[in-house]
């Protein structure tokens, strides 16, 4: 059974740091692209940060520019997203997705494969 898993979420002041944890199990990632996308409350969903398969290809929303870092370690089966500087607006559920082949990458519809989901809310 194919699943994503994330972790590493959790209630952060402004300006502090998490780094955030998708791990696959049931297949192998490395032939897989993969996104963390947000939603917080009466928004949609966005996409955040994208890593193509390589690792040689990555997109960041602009609001998250300069502040978070997406990485992957295939030896890990795992994709990790560096969050610094948070600020309230980080706040929401952030989930990971994965998918082969993706043709625009942070584009919802293009992944095929979703984590439940790990909650960041950022607050004093």
């Known amino acids: 059974q194919l699943q994503l898993v994330e972790s590493g979420g959790g209630l952060v002041q402004p300006g502090g740091s998490l780094r955030l944890s998708c791990a696959a199990s049931g297949f192998t990632l490395d032939y897989y692209d993969i996104g963390w996308f947000r939603q917080a409350p009466g928004k949609d969903r966005e996409g955040v940060s994208c890593?193509?398969?390589?690792?040689?290809?990555?997109n960041y929303a602009d609001s998250v520019k300069g502040r978070f870092t997406i990485s992957r370690a295939n030896a890990k089966n795992t994709v990790y997203l560096q969050m610094n500087s948070l600020k309230p607006a980080d706040t929401a559920v952030y989930s990971c997705a994965a998918s082969k082949n993706v043709q625009a990458m942070c584009v919802t519809y293009e992944y095929e494969y979703w984590g439940q989901g790990t909650q960041v809310t950022v607050s004093t």
């Open positions: 890593i193509s398969s390589s690792g040689g290809s990555t």
